[in-house]
């Protein structure tokens, strides 16, 4: 979340589904990296494949409360159940909306999709992978639906820290935070990926660095952006300079 990118440098929240976006993006055929074109049935495939395994207990993605009231709006309703939309409603007007830039509550994500070129991401696939997750997330058939996690996130800046970490949905925070680094849970995803032959068992370790290096980049961009206009702290001290060989402490 937007002040979740102050828990641990060289980690920008976003949950398990934007782990697996960048992995997803080294892959992309269609957005310029290896292998394989993902089209949207193939992502919800990949999605649903993943789940399916043992392994996998848990799959987060969050968004927050203004997200779902401009939701509210677009659809003209007095409120959305975008956990469990009611028999007989819209679901494929529903699921444009959420999809939407104003209707996405994770900021790291909605950036993505504001700037796809400057985070390496193609937009589409972004915006698959997020449908996959709400498809899925509402059919009732599939059993790999209950392990998805949908995270609507209250309160004020420092209450949605304390509940996006408690929950899991930090899923880029630092291991002393939530116990799944988020480079275990690109690791897991790239041998699922490798497995399915989208990604050759030998360039899996240099696909992992990739990974690695992209979300430190990422992590700098998302915290440029929401940095944006804020104020600067300065420290000051009344410290005198030590002398050669002394040192000082900041007060």
Not at 176 to 189: D, E, G, K, L, T
Request: charged share 25%; aromatic share 4%; with cysteine.
């Amino acid at each position: 979340h937007d002040s979740l990118v102050h828990i641990a440098h060289g980690c920008a929240p976003g949950g398990d589904l934007t782990e697996m976006l960048l992995v997803l993006s080294l892959v992309d055929a269609a957005g310029g990296g290896g292998g394989t074109r993902l089209d949207e049935e193939t992502i919800g495939e990949l999605l649903a494949a993943f789940l399916k395994q043992e392994e996998v207990s848990a799959f987060f993605v969050y968004t927050d409360e203004n997200a779902l009231d401009n939701a509210c709006a677009a659809l003209g309703a007095a409120e959305v159940n975008a956990v469990a939309p009611p028999a007989g409603s819209d679901e494929k007007r529903l699921l444009e909306v959420l999809v939407s830039e104003v209707c996405v509550g994770c900021e790291y994500l909605r950036l993505i999709l504001q700037q796809p070129e400057r985070f390496g991401v193609r937009r589409g696939l972004a915006v698959a992978l997020l449908a996959a997750f709400f498809k899925l997330l509402w059919d009732r058939r599939a059993p790999e639906a209950g392990k998805l996690r949908l995270e609507v996130l209250a309160g004020d800046r420092g209450e949605r820290v304390a509940k996006a970490v408690s929950s899991g949905a930090a899923r880029r925070s630092a291991p002393s935070y939530h116990p799944r680094h988020p480079n275990a849970v690109r690791v897991q995803i790239l041998d699922f990926l490798a497995a399915r032959g989208l990604a050759r068992a030998a360039d899996v370790p240099k696909l992992r660095q990739e990974a690695a290096r992209r979300a430190s980049e990422h992590y700098e961009i998302t915290r440029s952006e929401l940095a944006r206009g804020l104020p600067t702290p300065v420290v000051t001290s009344t410290a005198a300079l030590p002398a050669a060989g002394g040192s000082a402490r900041l007060g």
